[in-house]
């Protein structure tokens, strides 16, 4: 079975700055998806940003980034130029080639004015 | 709109008292799932759907039922809900080709509280 760790349960950054928030797995899989999702207070889940194991790129969706180190089974996501709508919880999220898509514990970042 | 609607949004119930929640999605999705989340855990898959009248045991399965009788709804049913089901439930799909096949689309969640 899949497992997904995100070791910052909490995190705040002051506006216009940036911070990373990481994410490691554990799978024996060669072919997987990985994805970070948002979770603002309205409690939707909006996906952010999405990553292929087979893609060596970094994706890249504005002002968030990952950067994917798969031979560490790291996955982290940067956000730059953080906004006060950024605060939130955020999840990583591992997706096998079959059906599972497993979630870590998330973590609740703080934009400060 | 493409969407997937939960109902109800919000449920105090006591233990015991059968209930269920709705799931619907208007994007022809075979895949949909039901997830649960709780503080510190992320969310936990319950039970998952890859098409019509096909279902199978996610994560933590114990003391939920679901059906798949039409494509666009998949109900979560708790037939005796107790306080430990106290939580955020989430319902899911996914669907299409390529990429988007793994992309999922959540509904916006339904609090429920057992006493």
């Known amino acids: 079975a899949q497992t997904v760790t995100q070791s910052q349960p909490e995190m705040s950054v002051q506006e216009a700055e940036t911070v990373t928030l990481s994410c490691t797995y554990d799978t024996s899989e060669s072919n997987y998806y990985l994805f970070w999702y948002k979770q603002p207070p309205s409690r939707q889940m909006i996906l952010v940003i999405r990553q292929e194991a087979y893609k060596q790129q970094n994706a890249t969706e504005n002002r968030f980034s990952v950067n994917f180190q798969k031979a560490a089974k790291s996955f982290s996501l940067k956000i730059s130029d953080s906004q006060l709508g950024d605060t939130a919880m955020y999840f990583c999220a591992f997706k096998n080639a079959g059906n599972m898509l497993t979630f870590g514990g998330g973590t609740r970042l703080m934009v400060k004015p | 709109e493409a969407q997937v609607t939960q109902n109800p949004r919000y449920l105090i119930t006591v233990t015991g008292k059968k209930l269920t929640v709705t799931c619907s999605q208007n994007?022809?999705?075979?895949?949909m799932s039901w997830y649960r989340q709780d503080p510190g855990l992320g969310l936990r898959q319950i039970y998952y759907s890859m098409n019509v009248e096909v279902t199978d045991k996610g994560d933590v399965p114990e003391g939920y039922k679901v059906s798949r009788k039409e494509k666009r709804n998949f109900p979560l049913i708790l037939e005796s809900p107790s306080p430990n089901q106290t939580s955020l439930y989430f319902c899911a799909s996914r669907g299409g080709a390529g990429w988007r096949l793994n992309e999922q689309f959540f509904g916006p969640g339904t609090r429920l509280t057992v006493l």
């Open positions: 994007m022809n999705h075979e895949y």
